[in-house]
């Protein structure tokens, strides 16, 4: 049985810092691409960033670049986000997710192509 869980989400004032952490069990954490994802109440999921099967690859949303890292530990099955300067408009569910596609670029794999995902984690920033 697949299971991907997210964790460290919270409340933090503006310009503070959070990181977040999924595990996976269940599956071959290392022949996964992983990604997170974002979304707020009255606006579409938005894909804030994502990671190659070996960690060597990453992409980020505009929206975030500069800001959050991502990584990913496959010895423990892990995902982190790493968010710092954290503004308002970052104030979303958060969700991880894991996909077993082929392609890995900076549009793919797309969210359709994520076979597993988590509950989330909320993050609210306040001003």
């Known amino acids: 049985q697949v299971q991907v869980m997210e964790s460290g989400g919270g409340l933090v004032q503006a310009g503070g810092s959070l990181r977040l952490s999924c595990t996976a069990s269940g599956l071959p954490f290392v022949a996964y691409s992983m990604g997170w994802f974002r979304q707020a109440p009255g606006k579409e999921r938005e894909r804030v960033s994502c990671?190659?099967?070996?960690?060597?690859?990453?992409y980020y949303s505009d929206s975030v670049k500069g800001r959050f890292t991502i990584s990913r530990d496959n010895a423990k099955n892990t995902l982190y986000l790493q968010m710092n300067s954290l503004k308002p408009e970052d104030t979303a569910m958060y969700y991880c997710?894991?996909?077993?596609?082929?392609?890995?670029?900076?549009?793919?794999?797309?969210?359709?192509?994520?076979?597993?995902w988590g509950q989330g984690t909320q993050v609210t920033v306040s001003l």
């Open positions: 997710a894991a996909s077993s596609s082929y392609f890995f670029s900076a549009s793919r794999p797309r969210a359709d192509e994520y076979n597993y």
């Open positions: 990671i190659s099967r070996s960690g060597a690859n990453t």
